[in-house]
């Protein structure tokens, strides 16, 4: 696994999202928890978040794997309480924020949920379009660069190509059709 080294906001990789959102801080002040304005920096593997858009050194990252988004309107009692989601990972530290609007606290969780979907699943991305997805319970790294499009369910067989007419099932009573 990659160290997370801190970078300015130029250099983290391809951003899929990235605003202003105010996250609650650790430490509990008398009057209860401080919401602070941070400029937050989402790309595939990694969570940022900076004091602005133009600051050089990130207050705070944390990778993004393992985590999940969902919204959280418990966590502000103001009309701004459906702005709200975290950040939650199962023995780790959960990150609250809320967003400027509904719609983009949607917009962070969606991304996020598809970002570790995406990060969860056993598909290597590619661009191809319309291409069926393969599943491979091999774990090998050229499996699926080997594996053919015409497998079949059962792997007993050897792979013999088809003739065309051998796509068609013969129904009960009927001649199959011989060439």
């Not at 969902?70 to 966590?75: E, G, M, R, T, Y």
């Not at 065309?164 to 013969?170: A, N």
Request: proline share 6%; net charge negative.
């Amino acid at each position: 696994l990659e160290e997370i080294t801190p970078r300015p906001v130029q250099d983290t990789g391809s951003i899929l999202k990235q605003g202003y959102l105010e996250k609650r801080s650790r430490e509990h002040s008398f009057f209860g928890s401080e919401w602070q304005k941070r400029w937050c920096v989402l790309n595939r593997r990694t969570f940022y978040y900076y004091a602005n858009e133009k600051s050089k050194q990130p207050k705070g990252t944390f990778p993004i794997e393992h985590y999940s988004a969902q919204l959280a309107s418990h966590l502000r009692k103001d009309s701004r309480k459906r702005c709200c989601f975290e950040l939650t990972c199962p023995g780790k530290r959960t990150y609250e924020f809320t967003a400027p609007s509904p719609a983009e606290a949607e917009d962070w969780v969606d991304q996020i949920q598809f970002l570790m979907k995406d990060l969860n699943s056993f598909t290597i991305p590619h661009d191809e379009e319309d291409e069926e997805e393969l599943y491979n319970d091999v774990d090998s790294s050229d499996s699926v660069n080997t594996t053919s499009h015409n497998t079949t369910l059962n792997q007993d067989e050897p792979n013999v190509e088809m003739e065309e007419d051998d796509i068609y099932e013969v129904l009960p009573g009927e001649q199959p059709n011989n060439q």
